[in-house]
Each structure stands twice: as structure tokens, then as C-alpha cells.
């Protein structure tokens, strides 16, 4: 029904920037809150941005003033700028979005597959 495709993720030195863009497609009504979770080796996975709709954000407290989030709903693509990178910022990087799915109507919680960002000291 809905794919979210990520991409952007790569091998980078400490106090480099990336951009993440995730991409939504399938049978979209509309798109309400976008957020990105990390998950790095052996922790949990944890919140790092979100969006809603009206693009009000909010960041976790370890990425404030460092990373961006933001939203082109015409192309249902949320991005995650990231800059002053450091390696505890290591991890696999996930898009999730509730979605308004049509055919049937109906509301679900979408998954990436997630990208790996790497940052090296």
C-alpha cells in the first residue's frame, strides 16, 4: 500500500553534514506527522526529529541546533539535514510517517528500511 524509501546515508568524518530524504509513494490521501529514529549497535532505537503537518518540530535533546527537519508535502519526501556530525551519531537511520492510506480508507504507520550513517573521528 505505502513504501517510505530512504537514502542519503553514508560514511562521513566528524564534524561533516549529510542529508536523509524519505520518500512515501503508494496509495497516499494524506500524510500527518514524519519522523526520524536512529538506532545504533546494541541501543535502542530512539526518536531524533519530527514534523507534523503543520510543521511544527520538535528534536531529541543530543541533536538540537544540529540537525534539520523538514518536509515537502508535494512530494511526500521528509529530509533530515545533519551537520556538525560526530560519531555518536552512528547508526541506522529510519523515516516513519502516519499515513491516510486510500482503497480501502484506512490510517497506518509506515516503516523505511532505513539507511546507515556512519561517522568517523
Known amino acids: 500500500q505505502v513504501q517510505l524509501v530512504e537514502s542519503g546515508g553514508g560514511l562521513v568524518q566528524a564534524g561533516g553534514s549529510l542529508r536523509l530524504s524519505c520518500a512515501a509513494s503508494g496509495s497516499i490521501f494524506s500524510i500527518n506527522a514524519m519522523r526520524w529514529y536512529r538506532q545504533a549497535p546494541g541501543k535502542q532505537r530512539e526518536l531524533v526529529a519530527a514534523?507534523?503537518?503543520?510543521?511544527?518540530?520538535n528534536y531529541a535533546d543530543s541533536v538540537k541546533g544540529r540537525f534539520t527537519i523538514s518536509r515537502d508535502n508535494a512530494k511526500n519526501t521528509v529530509y533530515l539535514q545533519m551537520n556538525s556530525l560526530k560519531p555518536e551519531d552512528t547508526a541506522v537511520y529510519y523515516c516513519?510517517?502516519?499515513?491516510?492510506?486510500?482503497?480501502?480508507?484506512?490510517?497506518?504507520?509506515?516503516w523505511g528500511q532505513g539507511t546507515l550513517v556512519t561517522v568517523s573521528s
Open positions: 516513519n510517517a502516519g499515513v491516510v492510506v486510500r482503497n480501502p480508507f484506512g490510517a497506518l504507520d509506515a
Open positions: 514534523i507534523t503537518s503543520g510543521d511544527s518540530t
